[in-house]
């Protein structure tokens, strides 16, 4: 009976250590967090332009209307919400995504520093010029969005510094074109 029990010294056991075990385990969660890293940015960034179009189609649909309706129309930022609202349609309401915030606006010739802040649309499809910076809160990504009043014509701007140069010239009295 004690041969049943005894191994011989040629047969080799097949298997891993718990070292090598656990060396293939850390090698395997580096991998899958680097990876899961990897697709931070890109979602980031794809949260903040999703906003920014959101941010555009309500600016064309509040000219839109302001021109079929001949008669003003009223955007409300609500910085606080991260909202944007067309004043006296309970209904249409833009809320930014999760994380994505809008940080400062400027209208016209002043930059605005409250939580509410309203944009005139007029029956010409005119407002003031304005631009607001739309960040994620979560990273250190923000971009500009400039619209132009007269015509519409929105663009992105990476740094506050343009956005200051255009509103300088707006105050000298050009065109924001």
Known sequence: MSSIFRRSSS????????LELIVVLALMSFLTTSVALSFRTPLQKA???AALSSIQSMDRRLRYTAIHKNRSEVLLLDLGLS??????????????PKGISISKVYVSRWAEESDRLSISYFPDGSSHSWSLQVSDTGSHFSRWLLVSGKTGQVSMI??????????QLLAKGYDAN
């Open 83 to 96: 909202e944007l609202r067309i004043v006296g349609s309970a209904q249409v309401a833009v809320r930014l």
């Open 47 to 49: 949260r903040l332009d």
């Open 11 to 18: 047969a080799k056991v097949a298997g891993f250590t718990l």
């Open 158 to 167: 990476e740094n506050e510094e343009e956005v200051a140069d255009v509103f």
